[in-house]
């Protein structure tokens, strides 16, 4: 194994704004909506307790592991793991692979989350679900209108991301997550002063027992490991700018924390007024785009259209901030790899994923009956990069780490040569080489529909 080579890049120039930027890319839509949806869905306290065990285990150690590889070799996961050992090239290839698809659709719904801004601006929502749920396939079947929003959306990003590290994405991180967190706060509070509003939280926090089964189990480990943006070379990426006396193992304790804080706040702000409204918390990807913007306009013209306007300006900062990472991912690749400067790879990217994104948009509509084993192309390209590229990656960054890495290295690498404490290190390995490919290999499986 090859050591690292010495290279100029521009890095994170604060602790905080790599805390921000990293809990940024694991914060996203699915904290949002997939988290209140599942667990909703899946028994509330008892999902959201297994939720946070797996979040311990999985979320620390993986990203550790991730950590580590990127800002020991200063490259983005390609080339880190070229450098590393070029048996292990493919996971980085993989983690590319995996952040490109996911921007051929994901900024599809980032843009929905920005015309609903302007849509409850506008006075567009009404109490009753069915109103909005024609709103929504109004929107997602369309031919200009969602191309349109997608191309918003896709612009922002292309900003942020071609002004590089610490005067793009870590200033952007330092004005949004502040600010996606406030509009939180906001809802959670309007959120609790709802009639019946404890009985969503007793539902959400307090574990029913009888309810666990292997279904729930295996909802809330993929929804813990989706969460935290792993396997796909994000956080390998982001570390990559990081200087050498940072804490690391601080670090991937306290990101993933920040997530689950959100998901959790999320959870607290949808399923009281979700409860206390009486609408059904099972329903999906509408819970966000259909439910959430009736239960708002049940509290009057006024009042519903501030905390609509709130909530969907929230969902698009979430939806920023996971996607500026998946883009830097495709970027910072091009950089190292293929020695483009920073402009170009953005603009040339980003250009064939808005192409992309157009086929991903069209195949909600009029494109719709082109599709493979009953998926179109948005629902094939979530399927080939959640269901396997991104497990794959997260299995064999962890085996990489425990059994094929030197063991010495490693350590060194984690405690900074020694001046950072980090007593958990065996028991850490020990994750890496035995546990968690195990849970991930589950979470692989199931997505594939083989359990």
Not at 38 to 66: I, T
Request: neutral net charge; contains cysteine.
């Amino acid at each position: 194994m090859q050591e690292p080579k010495a290279s100029h890049r521009d890095q994170f120039v604060s602790k905080i704004g790599f805390i921000l930027a990293a809990t940024g890319s694991a914060v996203g839509l699915g904290n949002i909506w997939r988290f209140p949806f599942l667990a909703g869905k899946n028994g509330g306290g008892v999902f959201v307790l297994f939720y946070l065990v797996c979040v311990v285990v999985l979320g620390f150690g993986l990203m550790l592991a991730e950590f580590i590889i990127g800002r020991h070799t200063q490259l983005s996961s390609v080339d880190a793991f070229k450098e590393l050992d070029k048996r292990f090239t493919f996971v980085g290839v993989m983690g590319v692979l995996a952040a490109f698809i996911i921007m051929g659709y994901y900024p599809v719904v980032g843009g929905w989350s920005v015309a609903y801004v302007f849509k409850i601006i506008l006075g567009e929502f009404s109490t009753d679900a069915v109103i909005m749920g024609e709103i929504f396939d109004s929107l997602t079947k369309g031919v200009g209108s969602p191309i349109f929003w997608t191309a918003v959306y896709m612009i922002v990003n292309i900003v942020i991301v071609a002004k590089g590290i610490s005067t793009g994405i870590e200033n952007a991180s330092k004005v949004m997550l502040p600010m996606l967190f406030g509009l939180l706060i906001i809802l959670v509070i309007r959120s609790l002063t709802l009639p019946n509003a404890m009985e969503g939280l007793k539902y959400l926090f307090v574990p029913d027992f009888s309810k666990i089964s292997g279904e729930v189990m295996m909802a809330a480990l993929g929804q813990a490991f989706f969460s935290l943006s792993l396997g796909m070379g994000c956080m390998i990426t982001y570390a990559s700018y990081l200087g050498k006396n940072e804490n690391l193992v601080e670090n991937a304790t306290v990101v993933p924390i920040l997530d689950t804080l959100v998901a959790l706040l999320a959870g607290v702000v949808i399923i009281p007024a979700t409860v206390s409204f009486g609408f059904d918390l099972g329903s999906g990807p509408g819970l966000v785009f259909v439910t959430v913007p009736a239960i708002f306009a049940t509290m009057g013209p006024v009042i519903g259209r501030i905390f609509g306007i709130i909530f969907f300006s929230m969902v698009t900062l979430a939806a920023l901030t996971s996607s500026i990472s998946l883009l830097e991912v495709v970027v910072s690749y091009l950089i190292d790899n293929r020695n483009w400067d920073r402009k170009r790879a953005v603009v040339i990217t980003s250009i064939i994923l808005f192409a992309i994104c157009i086929a991903s948009s069209l195949s909600m509509g009029i494109w719709s009956k082109y599709t493979v084993k009953g998926m179109n192309i948005f629902s094939l390209l979530d399927w080939i990069a959640n269901n396997v590229l991104l497990p794959l990656g997260g299995i064999f960054i962890t085996l990489f780490v425990g059994w094929f890495w030197d063991r010495d290295k490693v350590k060194t690498e984690v405690t900074n040569n020694g001046t950072v404490k980090f007593s958990l290190f065996n028991a850490w390995i020990f994750l890496c080489r035995f546990v968690i490919p195990i849970i991930i290999a589950l979470v692989l499986l199931s997505g594939i529909g083989i359990i």
